[in-house]
C-alpha cells in the first residue's frame, strides 16, 4: 500500500461518524456513548464527552482534552472520557498515552463497540494490525451497534496493510451488504482489483464511487491508472487532466508527473 492510501484512510477514519461516504468515514471516531446516563455525575460526564468529542473532530485537541478531564472529575469511571483522551492523543501522535487511555476504556466497558472499533483502530495505525482485527469484531459483531460497517470496513484496510487481501475482500464486501452507498469500501475494493490485475472489476467498483461523490484525488488517480491499464487512452488523458485542475500540487498529481503509476 503506498504512502497516498494510507493518507487516504487517515484523512476519512476521522471525518465524520456516519457510513455512507468518504466525507464521513467508516472509522470516525466517536467518543460519546449511547447508553444513558444513569445519574446526575454520569450525565455531566456526558454532557463534557460529547463537547470534547466535538473539539477533537475541529481540530482542538488542547481544549478537546480539558474537557476529557472535566468529565472524569464529575464521574472517575466513565468510560467514553477515556476513550475521548485516547482518540485525542491518537490524533496529537501521543501513542503511549493514547494506549493508555483507551486500556482504560476498555477495562471499564468492554462490551462497548465504539470503543472497541477506536482502539482497533489504534492498534492498526501503530503496527499491531493483526491484532486489532479481534477489537473490529467485538465492535461489529455487537447486535446494539448501528453501524457495523465501519469495524467490517476498518478490518479490510488493516487487512490490506498486512497484505491479507482475501481477508480484506471479504471484510469489505460484508461492509459494503451492510451500507451499499459506503464509497470507502468501494475504493479499497476497486484496490484490490487493480493491485490484482482485475482491471474490468476494478474499473466497475470505482464507476460505482464516481455515481455517488464528486472524486477525490485518489479516486481520479486509482481509475485514471485502471483506464491506462485498460488501454483506453482517451479515458486516461481525460482523468489527467481532470487531476492537473482540480488538485494541483497533490501528491497523485505530483506521481503523474512523475510518470510513477504504480
Known amino acids: 500500500m503506498t504512502k497516498t492510501t494510507i493518507a487516504f484512510s487517515m484523512v476519512f477514519l476521522l471525518a465524520g461518524c456516519t457510513a455512507t461516504g468518504f466525507g464521513s468515514g467508516q472509522g470516525a471516531q466517536q467518543a460519546v456513548s449511547a447508553q444513558p ?19 477533537m473532530l475541529d481540530g482542538r485537541s488542547a481544549i478537546a482534552l480539558e474537557e476529557a478531564r472535566i468529565a472524569l472529575s464529575a464521574d472517575p469511571n466513565y468510560a467514553p472520557a477515556y476513550n475521548l483522551l ?3 492523543h491518537m490524533v496529537l501522535g501521543e501513542a503511549r498515552l493514547a494506549e493508555d487511555n483507551f486500556e482504560k476504556a476498555q477495562r471499564l466497558a468492554p462490551g462497548d463497540p465504539e470503543i472497541s472499533n477506536n ?24 447486535p446494539l451497534y448501528t453501524t457495523p460497517t465501519k469495524p ?7 487487512s490490506v496493510r498486512i497484505k491479507d487481501d482475501k481477508a480484506a475482500e471479504d471484510y469489505l464486501s460484508t461492509a459494503l451488504r451492510l451500507s451499499p452507498t459506503n464509497t470507502q469500501a468501494l475504493f479499497w475494493l476497486a484496490d484490490i482489483a487493480y493491485r490484482q490485475g482485475r482491471h474490468v472489476e476494478a474499473r466497475q467498483w470505482a464507476t ?21 491499464k485498460l488501454g483506453n487512452r482517451e479515458a486516461e488523458a481525460r482523468y489527467a487532466s481532470q487531476l492537473r485542475r482540480r488538485f494541483p500540487g497533490s501528491p497523485e498529481q505530483r506521481l503523474l508527473t512523475q510518470g510513477q503509476y504504480e
Not at 482502539?119 to 455487537?142: D, H, P
Open 37 to 55: 446516563a444513569e445519574s446526575e455525575q454520569q450525565q455531566r460526564a456526558k454532557v463534557h464527552t460529547e463537547l470534547g468529542s466535538l473539539y
Open 86 to 88: 485516547g482518540l485525542t
Open 119 to 142: 482502539f482497533g483502530w489504534f492498534l492498526c495505525q501503530n503496527g499491531r494490525e493483526q491484532r486489532s482485527i479481534a477489537y473490529f469484531m467485538v465492535a461489529a459483531k455487537n
Open 152 to 158: 467490517f470496513t476498518n478490518a479490510g484496510i488493516c
Open 208 to 228: 460505482d464511487i464516481e455515481k455517488m461523490m464528486e472524486p477525490t484525488a485518489e479516486v481520479i488517480w486509482l481509475v485514471l491508472r485502471i483506464e491506462r
